[in-house]
């Protein structure tokens, strides 16, 4: 038998819609359930073919459970390796050298000392900042918002310096950017799954949280296809298999803002009975592909391996005679058992 984990948080529709989606659509052989853990032992094989990681980033336990768990074949959406390396700010620059529409976007040393820290400490930062360069670089207005966060948390729209500065000084030590405000017409929000399961969804930021997903322009088939090849170029690079992708469109030019979400909503109240649905459909879809396709053995122990995730699919046959240095081990032998679907 496979097993599909989900290991969730606070929510509430998503997770026992999703074990109750791939456990009546799965062929005999895989099922799905709660994640249910306790102490880790270090490369132990898990009873999880697949985990779907909607949590680690607050729970560092998870996270290192989940590498934990990679090393011994487990596909764990997304990669809790490149998701640990990863930040907004990289990304923004990542996907300008992509072409990527992008807006402007600096990176701006934190208010406060980090903790532990001192002004000794910070004998390489410029100080004080050239404010105006930066401010003639981004214009107003502008977005001062983490260069790593989500939930809307810190972000402020400041229209001059001064109300830059009273958005700063509430920041402490938190990394920030300032990135130049888009005045869109159109706003998108779209899941994309498996690298290549894309939902384009018209989104309203500017409505009150239940209404988010009623928009007053409709999805053409022209926008619709450039989204999504965006999408696609986006994830490709970032590697996420599970992840949403926001644009700001202003004068046809749909901006990519925000599009590091590895764990984004998908509660139904909030999302709307529609996109609930597709979101279910395609997350169950694509987490049955994983389970039939089987554990992915590392064919190194790297962190480039782990990094890229590009392991075998299946356990390793005579691939031990490749990485001569690597001896065949408990954890590259067990899941062979394991890759066969039981009828
Ligand atoms: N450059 C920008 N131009 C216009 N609006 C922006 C810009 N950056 C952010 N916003 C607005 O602020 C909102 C929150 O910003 P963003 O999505 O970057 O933050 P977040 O905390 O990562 O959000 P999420 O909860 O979606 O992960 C966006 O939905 C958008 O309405
Ligand atoms: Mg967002």
Redesign the pocket.
């Known amino acids: 038998m496979k097993v599909i984990g989900l290991l969730f948080g606070m929510e509430q529709s998503f997770p026992p819609a999703l074990v109750e989606r791939i456990n009546s659509t799965a062929p005999d052989g895989i099922r799905a359930e709660f994640v249910k853990i306790g102490g880790v032992k270090m490369a132990d094989l898990m009873k999880y073919d697949v985990i779907l990681d909607r949590i680690s980033q607050d729970i560092p336990f998870y996270r290192s459970m989940l590498k934990n768990a990679a090393i011994t074949g487990t596909r764990v959406v997304n990669n809790p390796f490149w998701w640990s390396a990863d930040d907004k700010f990289f990304n923004y620059a990542l996907m300008s050298k992509l072409g990527v529409p992008i807006?402007k976007t600096v990176l701006l040393p934190t208010k406060d000392h980090p903790p532990t820290t001192t002004s000794e400490s910070m004998r390489n930062l410029m100080f004080p900042l050239n404010w105006e360069e930066v401010f003639e670089y981004i214009g107003f207005p502008a977005?001062l918002?983490p260069h790593d966060?989500?939930?809307?948390?810190h972000?402020y729209k400041v229209n001059s310096p001064q109300e830059f500065f009273e958005a700063y000084h509430k920041t402490g030590d938190i990394c920030m950017t300032l990135?130049?405000?888009?005045e869109?017409t159109e706003?998108y929000r779209c899941y994309a799954i498996g690298k290549k399961y894309f939902h384009i969804m018209p989104y309203e930021?500017r409505n009150p949280h239940h209404l988010r997903y009623v928009a007053d322009f409709t999805l053409t088939p022209r926008r619709k296809k450039q989204l999504e090849g965006y999408c696609q170029k986006i994830v490709d690079a970032l590697g996420y298999d599970f992840d949403t992708i926001?644009f700001?469109v202003q004068d046809d030019i749909p901006y990519a803002?925000?599009f590091l979400?590895p764990a984004p909503d998908a509660e139904a109240a909030s999302v709307q009975q529609e996109n609930f649905e597709w979101v279910l459909d395609h997350a169950a879809k694509y987490l049955i592909e994983l389970a039939v396709e089987g554990r992915k053995i590392p064919q190194g122990y790297t962190w480039s391996e782990f990094l890229s995730g590009s392991g075998a699919t299946t356990a390793p046959k005579k691939a031990t005679t490749k990485t001569a240095t690597s001896k065949p081990t408990d954890e590259k032998k067990a899941p062979a058992k394991k890759t066969a679907v039981k009828k």
């Not at 966060?149 to 948390?153: A, N, P, Q, S």
């Not at 990135?179 to 888009?182: E, F, L, R, S």
């Open positions: 807006p977005f918002k966060g989500g939930g809307w948390k972000v990135q130049a405000g888009v869109f706003y930021p926001e700001a803002i925000d979400n």
